[in-house]
């Protein structure tokens, strides 16, 4: 999947670009790039970006695997940012009260 693909590499970073479309067809590969990513940085340091400035829909499917690589990070005592989110999917964050699991920042910190 060639939409994913890693954009930066130092040590305590690692950034993921997530797909156009997050969701059912895309959740399992993005999964399972996001916790290769998790697993090179030290446990107990460093954090994943996950760019989402190209993503245009994000389905429940798309949230459930966000929960579970932020899960994954959490057991790792990693951080995951979210960034680049459109106005649409930090609404749905807040509405499902999981804006506060994840760093959020904008496309172009």
């Given amino acids: 999947m060639e939409e994913s693909f890693l954009m930066s590499t130092p040590q305590t970073e690692k950034v993921l670009g997530a797909p156009e479309a997050l969701g059912l067809e895309t959740r399992t590969a993005f999964r399972r790039a996001a916790t ?4 090179q940085l ?3 340091a460093g954090r994943l970006v996950i760019d989402l ?3 245009r829909q994000v389905d429940s499917a798309g949230l459930g695997a966000l929960m579970l690589i932020q899960r ?4 790792r005592r990693q951080i995951v ?23 959020l920042e904008s496309a172009d910190a």
């Fill in 42 to 44: 030290a446990e107990g």
């Fill in 72 to 75: 994954k990070a959490a057991e």
């Fill in 81 to 103: 940012c979210l960034r680049g989110a459109n106005e649409e999917l930090r609404f749905l964050l807040v509405l499902t009260k999981l804006d506060d699991l994840f760093e």
């Fill in 53 to 55: 400035s190209a993503t």
């Fill in 36 to 39: 290769e990513l998790l697993e």
